[in-house]
Each structure stands twice: as structure tokens, then as C-alpha cells.
């Protein structure tokens, strides 16, 4: 039995997803990350003036 276009298309949408997963969440915790790292230089840089200022 032969797939019609449309099912070729959700195969292969199907086997990207899964394909891309992977990425799509080393994407999501290189996010945190990015806002983990911006949290601490924002600390950083209150510390450091709290710290010029005495």
C-alpha cells in the first residue's frame, strides 16, 4: 500500500520532531543558563557599586 502525500508528510514531520527534540531542549536549558548567567552579572554589578560607593 502505497502512502499519499499527505502521510509521507506527517511521516516526515513526525521523524523531524523527534529528530529535533534533542536540540529543542539543549536550546531551552542553554536559555536558562543564559539567564542564570545574566542574573549573577547583575548581582555582580550591584555588589560592585554598592562596593564603590563606601
Do not use: C, F, Y
Not at 502505497?2 to 531551552?28: F, G, I, S, W, Y
Amino acid at each position: 500500500m502505497e502512502m499519499t502525500k499527505n502521510e509521507k508528510a506527517e511521516r516526515l514531520q513526525h521523524v523531524l520532531d523527534e529528530a529535533l527534540l534533542p536540540l529543542k531542549q539543549r536550546l531551552d536549558e542553554m536559555e536558562k543558563e543564559m539567564i542564570s548567567v545574566r542574573e549573577n552579572q547583575e548581582e555582580l554589578i550591584r555588589l560592585l557599586s554598592k562596593k564603590g560607593a563606601e
